[in-house]
């Protein structure tokens, strides 16, 4: 299998905003194509805020990584969060979701990450196998959320 990940840029927008409708399915999130366009512009013109990666399997966009970048106390400086990772239907069980975890932990280590978080739906057994597997661990806290708009 030939994986490649590349960094994406404005002319993947497109393709980005497809995974991210098909990504938001999954589980019934509310998606607005208009704001979730102007995020993604937002995003892919300022590398200060974090990196989106795509998946292509020969030349093939299979899905798409999505990190964000912070910085913590508790953890030390700058850390991470892996605000979005999908991959398409037809392309899962098959290593992809391994190798991207392995390439995202090592450019982490290359932008001075010292702890990468992720949130996973409670249902999600795969990806929570996948994330464990990877060498995340439960904290046993709650991820809670105020939207400011």
Not at 67 to 74: A, I, M, N, V
Request: aromatic share 14%; charged share 25%; with cysteine.
């Amino acid at each position: 299998m030939s994986l490649v990940l590349r960094i994406a840029n404005e002319a993947d927008l497109e393709t980005l905003i497809d995974f991210m409708r098909q990504f938001y399915a999954i589980d019934a999130y509310p998606f607005d194509e208009a704001a979730a366009r102007g995020a993604l512009s937002e995003f892919l013109g300022n590398p200060a805020l974090g990196r989106i990666w795509l998946m292509e399997l020969y030349d093939v966009p299979v899905g798409y990584m999505a990190l964000t970048l912070g910085y913590s106390l508790e953890y030390h400086g700058r850390d991470a969060f892996i605000d979005e990772f999908f991959i398409a239907a037809p392309y899962r069980r098959q290593g992809i979701g391994k190798q991207a975890m392995q390439f995202l932990e090592a450019a982490c280590r290359e932008l001075g990450v010292h702890a990468l978080h992720l949130e996973v739906e409670r249902q999600n057994l795969a990806a929570q196998e996948l994330y464990r597997q990877a060498g995340f661990e439960d904290h046993d806290r709650y991820l809670l959320t105020k939207w400011l708009e």
